[in-house]
């Protein structure tokens, strides 16, 4: 269901149309500079990350892989669908935006609740947090400023949608918290061994 919501999330700040969030202008070059669909590239750069931050032996849960995989093929799908229109204006654009980032806060709280492990963008934040000793708000800063100018560069669409995607995005996450009375600090992530331990032990 979490994965299932950001997606729709994200296809919906898309079809906004007033610039990506961060992540998204850079899987959006990388689409038009590779021919990759958006949902492809978006897995490609979640292959790599997850290859780069297992070297330094972050902990991989089965949510990582299957944030990386499923979110993208769910994006495609929803974009073959034709399932969302595109904004007409930019009014039509700040509040489709906004309602975008609404639902991916929604699908992160199921998807965090679930326990499996964090994504591979969020576990380079960790690892970058932990090898620099900076605060994560200043390494997710960092992150997401580097990956908006080289996504731009390549051609990804960057604009006001992608100031407003960074300023609200955490203040969606929190009211939704809040609603739900959720507090992510308090949960255990699952490692994907000991997944896979646990369904060995229950089908032996």
């Known amino acids: 269901m979490g994965l299932i919501l950001y997606a729709f999330g994200v296809a919906i700040t898309i079809k906004a149309d007033i610039g990506y969030a961060p992540w998204d202008v850079f899987h959006a070059g990388l689409a038009i500079q590779t021919g990759l ?11 790599v990350i997850l290859v780069f931050v297992t070297l330094f032996k972050e902990k991989l849960g089965l949510g990582t892989i299957l944030s990386m995989l499923v979110t993208g093929l769910l994006i495609d799908l929803i974009f073959m669908l034709d399932m969302i229109p595109l904004a007409s204006g930019i009014l039509v654009g700040i509040i489709m935006l906004v309602a975008g980032l609404f639902i991916i806060s929604a699908g992160s709280y199921f998807y965090i609740k679930s326990a499996f492990g964090a994504g591979p963008r969020d576990n380079l934040m960790v690892l970058l947090t932990r090898k620099t000793k900076l605060p994560i708000g200043v390494c997710r800063g960092m992150v997401e ?7 731009w560069a390549i051609g990804g669409m960057a604009g006001i949608g992608t100031i407003i995607s960074g300023v609200a995005i955490g203040f969606c996450i929190q009211i939704t918290f809040a609603i739900f ?13 000991q997944t896979l331990d646990g369904l060995i032990k229950r089908h032996p």
């Open 37 to 47: 669909t958006f949902g492809m590239a978006s897995i490609a750069a979640g292959i």
């Open 145 to 151: 400023i580097t990956v908006t100018l080289i996504g």
């Open 181 to 193: 009375k959720f507090d992510a600090t308090k949960i255990r992530h699952e490692t994907l061994k």
